[in-house]
């Protein structure tokens, strides 16, 4: 089977950067993804890692260590809208081709 | 807008009773996935179909099923629900079963009294 920890909650305040952690465990690896979901909407995708090192897009970086079996989301500059929950994801083997989400991370954002 | 469509918005309905929830995927996505959220909860994989055939399957419970159709939209049938099977439930749809990003829909909001 396959096991997504990442924290429940994360504060910080706007212009800050903050980082949310990811830890996992599967049969078999494909890649870390990350999503965003604003309170009771619709997850948007982010960011995709399949391989080693830092992917970034805009403000939002997102890392992946294979060998660690570890990834992280970046967030600089952080702004009010940035208020979300941010859940990490992988697809692996023994679900088929299902995409499988830890259970998230909720960011504050504060002024 | 993902492009991916789900109705009803909202449903409220009995123990008891059966629902089914539509999704209409992005177009050209072949592949359908079906979650379930329920309060202060990660988003749990039910069922994956790809261009009409199951693909993956997920913690649906018996009394729950899905198909996807020739035009490629979903149904998820839910049965003899209970309490506890109120939840959001989003359609997500990809190109393909590798790693395009998921489009997710609006969901639909199931509450059971």
């Known amino acids: 089977g396959q096991s997504l920890e990442q924290p429940s909650e994360v504060t910080a305040v706007e212009g800050a950067i903050v980082q949310i952690n990811c830890t996992y465990q599967t049969s078999g690896f494909y890649g870390l993804s990350w999503y965003q979901q604003h309170d009771g909407g619709a997850p948007t995708f982010l960011s995709y890692n399949a391989l080693d090192g830092l992917e970034e897009t805009g403000r939002f970086s997102s890392f992946l260590s294979r060998s660690d079996s570890y990834g992280y989301l970046l967030l600089q500059e952080l702004q009010m809208k940035d208020s979300a929950s941010y859940f990490c994801?992988?697809?692996?083997?023994?679900?088929?081709?299902?995409?499988?989400f830890g259970k998230g991370t909720t960011l504050s954002v504060s002024s | 807008d993902s492009g991916v469509t789900q109705t009803p918005k909202h449903l409220i309905t009995a123990t008891g009773q059966r629902v089914t929830l539509r999704c209409s995927p992005r177009?050209?996505?072949?592949?359908v996935y079906w979650y379930q959220q329920s309060l202060d909860q990660g988003l749990q994989f039910l069922i994956q179909?790809?261009?009409?055939?199951?693909?993956a399957k997920g913690n649906i419970l018996e009394r729950f099923s899905a198909q996807q159709f020739p035009d490629l939209h979903s149904e998820l049938n839910l049965s003899s629900l209970e309490l506890g099977d109120s939840a959001l439930y989003f359609c997500?749809?990809?190109?393909?079963?590798?790693?395009?990003?998921?489009?997710f829909g609006n969901g639909t909001r199931l509450t059971v009294t």
């Open positions: 997500a749809s990809s190109v393909d079963t590798g790693d395009s990003p998921l489009h």
């Open positions: 177009s050209g996505d072949l592949s």
């Open positions: 179909y790809y261009n009409g055939e199951e693909r």
């Open positions: 994801a992988v697809r692996e083997a023994q679900a088929g081709t299902a995409l499988i």
